[in-house]
């Protein structure tokens, strides 16, 4: 099973305020990923998480504010968003990057959340 | 120069046809090469991985990798319409560690029926 599982589907927001995304995945990875898209672009990585603390945070703005309370879920706190974020808000997991296994860093992603900012 | 690099396309090909993607990249040190398929408005989908010089076959699928000259490409045989998405080639595994993918831009594909 690779199912990495993403909710809500979509969410609209107004700038002021506060939402949460949440990821979980049960198959027993520990490297944890958000990232943001934008149409017609690439996955863009704004955090990783390994063994459940931060390992990388690509300068993301301090509105998005990631939290992995176990090895199994990952969320991202929102807050005060502007409109040039909406964006499709995906989640991944991996076994474990640095653990120098082929396969190890295969990346699965979630479905994604679409979000709004009004 | 752009770190992975990708046609943007469309390639368009018929039903039936093998279509050929194709991806360079700049960092020697990368380790592990992936295709990812993505429908417009979805997530990417994991296709296939390659971490060694040659041909790897899934299905209608086979990834070729020749790390002497820094590419990697993806076949699809027999290509069916519900093939038509864009294609991301990620590298992982360079100057950048083992958790920072490093996309290309994708690649369009549209198989006509």
């Known amino acids: 099973d690779t199912e990495v599982t993403q909710t809500p589907k979509h969410l609209v927001m107004g700038m002021t305020n506060k939402k949460s995304l949440k990821c979980e995945q049960h198959m027993g990875h520990r490297a944890m990923y958000w990232y943001k898209q934008k149409a017609k672009k690439p996955p863009e990585l704004m955090f990783v998480?390994?063994?459940?603390?931060?390992?990388i945070n690509e300068s993301v703005p301090s509105r998005f504010s990631p939290e992995c309370p176990n090895s199994s879920l990952l969320n991202l706190h929102l807050h005060a968003l502007q409109p040039e974020d909406s964006a499709l808000y995906l989640c991944a997991s991996s076994q474990d990057a640095a653990l120098g296994l082929r396969g190890a860093d295969t990346q699965y992603f979630g479905p994604g959340t679409r979000l709004t900012v009004l | 120069q752009k770190e992975v690099e990708q046609n943007s396309g469309p390639l368009s090909v018929p039903e039936g046809a093998i279509a050929s993607l194709n991806c360079t990249y700049s960092d020697r040190g990368s380790q592990s090469f992936f295709w990812y398929r993505q429908y417009s408005g979805k997530s990417p989908e994991l296709i296939m991985f390659?971490?060694?010089?040659g041909d790897k076959e899934d299905g209608r699928f086979t990834a070729q990798l020749n790390k002497a000259s820094q590419y990697v490409s993806l076949l699809i045989r027999d290509s069916q319409p519900s093939d038509s998405a864009t294609y991301l080639c990620a590298v992982n595994g360079g100057t950048s560690g083992t958790y920072k993918y490093i996309f290309g831009t994708g690649t369009r594909l549209k198989v006509l029926a």
């Open positions: 390659i971490y060694s010089n």
């Open positions: 998480y390994s063994y459940e603390k931060l390992s």
